[in-house]
């Protein structure tokens, strides 16, 4: 009988031989903000769980969350709770199905592990854009307007009901779509910041966080050059925006 392969303890030990996505560190990025409120507010860590939805919402897929466990860097448990609770509660969970109740934590290796790639990636965009801003004769880049970093943000023509980046069409509104026209707006108006507030109006028909999340996924889809990614800030009240190199 074939021996079982012992699952190895520590991510320090593990190998991860394929590169980290952007999706992937979105994700990991409100995992670990949420993980390090909860010690910070000398609080369990369960009482900043995030729901799945909300994973979704930040980037990860299905088979991010599945690999997440499956090398115990996550863990999940299914809510229980109601508003009003004074601390949510929780049924474990195990396995790699997840029901939508379904809330994920950091383990402490998976902490270790999102802190470093974290770092690293915040260091390797810091090296990518110098080295962007700064030509090959050490003299500072000049490309008119605003430098460089304009020329990289969006542009949305709500005459044409046009969403660009530079000269590049990013996806062109042929139907009414009034809450993404209006997150759209919103970030133009603002001259594209990272993240925004919500800016849909209150609604009694639909909760807040689904809706926002329904109009930040719609943008992403059917791109006619899928360069640019809109993902929630993981709590349902916001939005930011980011560029995806190489798709």
Request: proline content about 7%; some cysteine; overall charge neutral.
């Amino acid at each position: 009988m074939a021996r079982k392969k012992p699952h190895p303890a520590d991510s320090r030990d593990q190998c991860f031989p394929f590169p980290i996505d952007e999706n992937l560190l979105a994700g990991l990025a409100v995992l670990w903000r949420a993980y390090t409120y909860a010690h910070d507010a000398d609080a369990a860590v369960w009482d900043f769980a995030l729901r799945i939805d909300e994973l979704h919402e930040a980037g990860l897929s299905i088979s991010d969350l599945r690999w997440l466990v499956a090398k115990r860097l996550v863990k999940h448990r299914r809510e229980t709770s109601v508003y009003g609770d004074p601390n949510r509660s929780f049924l474990p969970g195990g396995g790699f199905y997840f029901v939508d109740t379904a809330c994920f934590v950091l383990t402490a290796n998976g902490a270790e592990f999102a802190s470093r790639v974290l770092k690293d990636a915040a260091q390797t965009k810091s090296i990518e854009t110098a080295e962007t801003a700064t030509p090959s004769n050490g003299s500072p880049a000049t490309s008119g307007g605003n430098g460089s970093q304009a020329l990289a943000k969006p542009h949305w023509d709500s005459v044409r009901r046009e969403l660009s980046v530079s000269e590049t069409i990013i996806k062109r509104f042929r139907v009414p779509a009034p809450n993404q026209e209006l997150i759209l707006a919103a970030f133009h108006e603002e001259d594209w910041p990272d993240t925004i507030d919500d800016p849909l109006p209150v609604s009694s028909d639909t909760d807040p966080k689904t809706r926002l999340h329904d109009a930040i996924n719609r943008p992403n889809g059917k791109q006619l050059n899928p360069i640019l990614r809109f993902h929630g800030n993981g709590n349902g009240s916001g939005v930011y925006w980011r560029l995806v190199a190489g798709r």
